[in-house]
């Protein structure tokens, strides 16, 4: 999807996120654009439809998002929040793990 990872993509969509980007008193990131079904925030980038968190695990936390094997937790619950202190980069077992226990 974003295999090139250019220069020019991670500058616009860090300026997207900028734009619809509202932050709230726990310090929360929250999307103010479309929210996906499954309550995730969603943008086009390229005529693809993304998830909003995992552009920003990509911009801050260098998650290749093109890799399925590796999910994105929220540590703090919100599922439009994309705040990357918030995100955690997980394997699919290990954030499989970290919700039953929770
Ligand atoms: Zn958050
Ligand atoms: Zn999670």
């Known amino acids: 999807m974003l295999a090139d990872s250019s220069f020019v993509t991670r500058r616009r969509v860090k300026k997207l996120l900028r734009r619809k980007r509202q932050v709230d ?5 929250l999307w103010t654009g ?7 925030g969603v943008c086009q980038v390229r005529k693809q ?8 695990a990509w911009l801050y936390l260098d998650l290749d998002p093109d890799d399925l094997t ?3 937790h929220h ?8 705040n990357p202190k918030h995100l955690e980069v997980l ?11 929770a």
Not at 25 to 29: I, L, Q, S, V
Not at 34 to 40: A, H, L, M, T
Not at 91 to 101: D, G, Y
């Open 25 to 29: 008193h726990r310090g929360c990131w």
């Open 34 to 40: 479309s929210i996906s079904v499954y309550g995730y």
């Open 49 to 56: 439809q993304v998830r909003v968190h995992r552009m920003a």
């Open 70 to 72: 590796l999910d994105v």
């Open 75 to 82: 540590t703090c619950g919100v599922k439009h929040c994309f």
């Open 91 to 101: 394997t699919r077992r290990e954030h499989a793990r970290v919700h039953i226990s």
